[in-house]
């Protein structure tokens, strides 16, 4: 038997507060809530539950780093409803039997709804398509796959994989990244490279691959996903493909929409990241697209690294940064309570793209009880120490952020409750 709640005096999406009851796994109409528990909702704004498209929960493999359920739990806290799992892990997500294996590690955790991503290639190597059919038919029902980590870069196997994935309209996610113009990169190409004598990451190399892949797209009619847009030249060349009406769709990072390439001056290896931190200019046409829906979502790319693999020199430490627990309150802090907006980029939109129905439903009677409660007045000082993920690697330590996630809900039951874990 499912508990009641009452969610009383919630501003759904910014409207005038109202009370929304919680029975049996959806948002009944409000009257008869005897039973019910209540919750003191004054001031908090609830939002359909965040849905992650890009997210690294490194089981199985690195689960020094974080396993299905810490990174499940940091979601949650994130205000996040379903992660969309990247397939880098080891053994690489590239048969059924391993992403089923991580979906149903997901459903023992019962935190977040956990999809899998399968992988493009065998062992993300670039040379033979992976078994994309099977892990559509599996359990998990894959429809986003991923090489992400590295570029499909054969431009005969990624026309395979568009033409592959078609069939059952699932979509091909691309880390864009010309891996010839990227060897021995470390940062971004640009004066803060150039100042400090490490190897540039050109913004062309980005560009380069989605312009291809926007051309293979609309030639085999299939849908394209656009991971971790981080260029200015790319909102250019995403804005010529939609324009042409290619079936394409593409993320920004909460990272690659706060921070530029100077944080690499201190050379502290939590700000390394791939593809790199950019400059001034690419975040704010990194904002623009994101308001003018060029970029359709923010997904977090949600990479933790255990201590040995960051904390150490630069040129030696992995790329990569937390995400999970802060991405709400980075988009809060960037685009200001435009909670409609927060709504699309963060959770209707992702949805919508990985074909997650049971999410992006704004809550209201009839839909899924699947939101999060979000307290925007609140501010919150970031302490890696007490992130809920395995890993440390939070760019945001000791920085104040806006907007604090109060409680979450998957299919009426809490899975955070006054900003804990219920479990
Ligand atoms: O910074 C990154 N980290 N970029 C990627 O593409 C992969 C990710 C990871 O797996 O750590
Ligand atoms: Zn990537």
């Known amino acids: 038997m499912s508990s009641t709640y009452l969610v009383k005096g919630v501003s759904v999406l910014g409207a005038e507060p109202t009370d929304l009851l919680i029975r049996d796994g959806i948002v009944a109409s409000v009257g008869g809530a005897r ?107 894959v429809r986003i796959f991923s090489d992400d980590g590295h570029c499909v870069s054969d431009a005969r196997l990624m026309r395979r994989a568009l033409e592959y994935v078609k069939a059952f309209d699932g979509v091909i996610a691309q880390h864009a990244e010309e891996p010839r113009l990227t060897e021995g990169a470390q940062m971004h190409e640009g004066e803060v490279s150039a100042r400090l004598g490490l ?55 909460p990272h690659h929409l706060l921070l530029t390439d100077e944080r690499a001056t201190s050379y502290d290896p939590v700000f390394k990241v791939n593809p790199p931190l950019r400059t001034q200019a690419d975040v704010a046409a990194l904002r623009a697209g994101l308001a003018e829906g060029l970029i359709d979502i923010v997904a977090t790319d949600h990479a933790p690294h255990a201590v040995e693999d960051k904390e150490c020199e630069w040129a030696y430490a992995r790329p990569g940064m937390l995400g999970l627990e802060t991405a709400l309150s980075i988009v809060l802090d960037v685009l200001g309570p435009q909670w409609d907006l927060i709504a699309d980029r963060m959770s ?15 809550p209201a009677p009839g839909a899924p009880a699947t939101f999060t409660l979000v307290d925007p007045a609140a501010r919150w000082e970031v302490d890696p120490t007490g992130s809920a993920s395995r890993s440390r690697n939070t760019p945001y330590a000791g920085m104040t952020l806006p907007g604090r996630i109060v409680a979450t809900f998957l299919r009426g039951e809490p899975t955070v409750l006054d900003g804990k874990a219920t479990k």
């Open 35 to 141: 039973d019910a528990q209540v919750i003191d909702a004054a001031g908090l704004v609830a939002l359909p539950g965040l849905v992650d498209l890009h997210t690294h929960l490194r089981e199985p493999g690195r689960e020094d780093a974080e396993t299905v359920e810490t990174g499940s739990r940091a979601a949650a806290l994130g205000g996040y409803t379903a992660v969309c799992a990247m397939a880098n892990t080891s053994p690489v997500a590239d048969t059924a039997g391993v992403v089923e294996q991580v979906w149903r590690l997901g459903r023992e955790a019962g935190l977040v709804d956990v999809q899998p991503i399968g992988a493009v290639t065998v062992g993300l190597a670039g040379e033979r398509l992976a078994e994309l059919g099977a892990m559509a038919d599996s359990a998990a029902k």
């Open 199 to 253: 190897t540039g990451w050109p913004a062309v190399a980005e560009e380069a691959i989605i312009a291809r892949d926007a051309l293979l797209a609309g030639h085999v009619g299939a849908r394209l996903h656009v991971c971790h847009v981080s260029t200015a030249g790319s909102v250019d060349v995403i804005r010529q493909a939609k324009a042409a009406g290619v079936r394409v769709t593409a993320e920004v990072t």
């Open 348 to 362: 209707r939109a992702p949805a919508r793209i990985a074909g997650l129905s049971e999410h992006g439903h704004t």
